[in-house]
């Protein structure tokens, strides 16, 4: 029998330590190469998707102009400030569902002139519309987002989509214009981001590739490019990783067809109640990540058959964690609310990693949502807002962005292992680590394949239970923190316990 002595001296004190803390370790190795550039983390990857769902944006951004909470000309003030704070790179609205049954008029004019609309997709509850274009543009410069609206193709018209461009982005002079003029904004809004429809498969038509494709053709004729603002046509792709949708809308798409970016909706869904996960539904939602970058792959090489040039830039125009809903708080906070806990943050990480490590392949990322509804970054109740494991996540890895994504490796790749991406601005280099696993700590040591590392700093966002939240009672459970990293020359060590995100910064020279 081992003596108290040596069980000390021997690596089994090691072991007998950590499970005073509850769980195994294991070893992992990790190389990042910051020679070999795979792409830009192009903030967008980074963007968001509001909807006219539950209370995304009616009770959740947007409170009203006669509001006791908070507000900002109607916009609750302390969601603007801290999606301002954030950095918020682009922002898609009004839909979703939603976008293929909006009509742009009900949501400009004096509000109190703007017809009452049935929300048909999401409980037919009604909409006031005193959150329109106007009051979206203004969120937009408020939070610091670039705006990208969704356009109705499904119940729409060419002419209506064209005229709602005509109403942005006309500089002067056009009724339209003069319009947009009278109702307070002499300046164009200058929209870049146009989608063509939403889920066109679905909810926006339930159309085929090919009649689609012929909608498309038919809608992209008339969005123009006025003023200084060139346009950028975003086109409906498939629903998951439905290849013969892409296949087939591209096999109708000649290449004369504007068309510079095709949308991928990509849902991660969970069987059970946000905060009622268990460790199998945990890793089956979780392993939902792997499946998501084979399909990121995938579709890309599928369009680099029609399109060699990759003119049409792919996007995850929306993606998160869908759970099995709550009837109760559906009932109390709107459709598709849901509790954000740990688990989402590591969800939110690991689809960050697959955008960083596909940072070639993708241009786009929008998180569906912003508020209140599925993989959101605050929720509120009332006047109570609180900055959801979501949020936290979006800022572990905001050093990313913009900068260039990294050959990174793991020694013991798998869906459920530990998730790497890396980048580097000049000499700054970002590394984030994610440790799905419940069970078991990670020891990582870090070797850099050419220069060294120093001034490492590492930022750690962790609970050791799955289905803890910031709840409204509890909003700062689960906040990021500092935690201590190891550089030396090219090697960085550091201990990632179960449940984690992390990211670590450091100075990078000779590399
Ligand atoms: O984000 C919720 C819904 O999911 C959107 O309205 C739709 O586009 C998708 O099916």
Redesign the pocket.
Known sequence: MLSRRSLLGSPFAVLAARKGFGQDWEAEKVVVDPARQIGTVRPELHGH?A?H?GSCIYGGLWVGKGSRIAHINGHRRQAVEWLRELGIPVLRWP????ADDYHWRDGIGPAARRPKRVNI?WGNYTEDNSFGTHEFIELCRLIGAEPYIAGNVGSGTPQELRDWVEYCNYPSGSSLSEERAANGSPEPFRVRYWGVG??NW??GGNMTPEEYAAHYRRFATYLRDFGDTRLFLIACGPGGHNLEWTRRFMENMPRRTRIHGFAM?YYSRGRDYATRFTAESLREQLATFAALEKAVIEQRELLDKFDKDRRIGLLVD?WGVWDRMDPEEEKRYGR?FQQITMRSALAAALGLNVFHRQADKLIMGNI??TVN??HALLLTDGERCVRTTTYYAFELLKPHRGGAALQAHCERPGPLGLSVSASRQADRLALTLVNPKHDAGVKVACTLAAGSASEARARILHHPDFNAANTFASPNLIVPRDHPVEASGAALRLELPPLSVLTLTARLTGA
Do not use: D, P, S, T
């Not at 839909?95 to 939603?98: I, P, V």
């Open positions: 998707f909807e769902l839909g979703g569902c939603f997709h939403n889920e679905g909810c909706h929306e598709l569906a949502q509804v599925l």
